[in-house]
């Protein structure tokens, strides 16, 4: 009886064996799902706040974008006249200046001038004519693309 009860035991070890060695088959997708919804909530609210700050309502062209290396300056023109470079405001007299000190005098730097759909012509033309004046070769207007209707 004895040797019977051993047998017995061993038995109920190696079923226990057997049953933790066997892989599982089944994946919990819980956590993939959770860091997936995680990263989309992270890039829906970041996504917005990457855009240029100036709101402007750009006029439309066909004209393909320009592919570029470098990061451009951009002035912009808003609705009232107001001059921002890059996101600061500044007044006219003193766009060039800013512009050389960021540039660090490289007249080859690109720069691009962001202008209001309904700012006036003029305006437009007399910053880009002032970035002209001051040297800068590499002055472009942009526009969005024309959208079908």
Do not use: C, W
């Amino acid at each position: 009886m004895g040797a019977a009860y051993a047998g017995g035991r061993t038995s109920v070890k190696r079923r226990r064996r057997l049953r933790h060695s066997t892989p599982m088959s089944e994946i919990n997708v819980t956590p993939f799902v959770d860091v997936m919804l995680v990263l989309l909530i992270v890039f829906m609210i970041s996504a917005p706040l990457l855009t240029i700050g100036v709101p402007i309502d750009l006029p439309q062209t066909q004209a393909n974008p320009l592919q570029s290396d470098q990061e451009p300056l951009t002035v912009s023109v808003d609705q009232a006249g107001t001059i921002f470079l890059q996101n600061s405001e500044t007044e006219f007299e003193d766009l060039v200046p800013r512009l050389m000190a960021i540039s660090e005098e490289n007249l080859e730097t690109r720069i691009f001038v962001r202008g209001d759909r309904t700012v006036d012509y003029g305006t437009v033309m007399r910053v880009m004519g002032a970035l002209s004046t001051a040297g800068f070769s590499r002055i472009g207007l942009v526009t969005e693309t024309e959208r079908e209707q």
